[in-house]
């Protein structure tokens, strides 16, 4: 089964700096295809965030950023703020899928 | 600016058939690489991608909903739609429609709909 996995909970205080990972298989990160990020504000849909793992949409701070290596995805956001408290997602294209594949979600809690 | 609303029924008995439509506007849906697409979050869970429809009224599903799930589209409505047949509780959820921008090496979806909450009780 297709699986993105990401960690269930990061945090980090104000000011710093903080990863998400993202992994994948050969069906999906793997196979060369990229990888994109969204935030979900509480209540509120998820917004694009990274686009082709490593592009920013007009108005996503350059706080935010995305590298993608092998089977893995990361997204780091630097000086931490209240407002970044939220879930976040990677989304990736899996083969066996013939569709796209979600991870299960990483909530961000600034200390 | 491209808009997407979802609308249909918040409360779907057991066994019946969920049925939602996505209206778009600021925009057209007949352009290439933009496809549309459905996506659904259970309460308190991660996002599910259900399915998506070229404008040509091509698909493609989630083999996990695949046999249940139909989704088509009105150009001349700028609208696309949801069925869901066979619904049980486990299909409660927000469902959010989205435009997706595919290129040779997968997808991404933007803009959102803000998401319609669908409850499946008797």
């Known amino acids: 089964q297709s699986v993105l996995t990401q960690p269930p909970s990061v945090s980090g205080a104000p000011g710093q700096r903080v990863t998400i990972s993202c992994t994948g298989s050969s069906s999906n990160i793997g196979a060369g295809y990229d990888v994109h990020w969204y935030q979900q504000l509480p209540g509120t849909a998820p917004k694009l965030l990274i686009y082709?793992?490593?592009n920013r949409p007009s108005g996503v701070p350059d706080r935010f950023s995305g590298s993608k290596s092998g089977t893995s995805a990361s997204l780091a956001i630097s000086g931490l703020q209240a407002e970044d408290e939220a879930d976040y997602y990677c989304q990736s294209y899996d083969s066996s899928l013939s569709g796209s594949l979600f991870g299960g979600g990483t909530k961000l809690t600034v200390l | 600016q491209l808009q997407l609303q979802e609308s249909g029924p918040g409360l779907v008995k057991p066994s019946e058939t969920l049925s939602l439509t996505c209206t778009v506007s600021?925009?057209?849906?007949?352009?290439?690489?933009?496809?549309w697409g459905w996506i659904r979050q259970p309460p308190g869970k991660g996002l599910e991608w259900i399915g998506t429809?070229?404008?040509?009224?091509?698909?493609y599903h989630n083999p996990s909903l695949k046999s249940r799930v139909t989704i088509s589209v009105d150009t001349s409505k700028s609208q696309f739609s949801l069925k869901l047949s066979s619904v049980t509780a486990a299909d409660t959820a927000v469902y959010y429609c989205?435009?997706?921008?595919?290129?040779?090496?997968?997808?991404?979806?933007?803009?959102w709909g803000q998401g319609t909450l669908v409850t499946v009780s008797s």
């Open positions: 600021g925009g057209s849906m007949n352009r290439n690489a933009y496809y």
């Open positions: 429809i070229y404008y040509t009224g091509s698909t």
């Open positions: 989205a435009r997706s921008t595919v290129t040779s090496w997968g997808n991404w979806f933007d803009p």
């Open positions: 082709d793992n490593n």
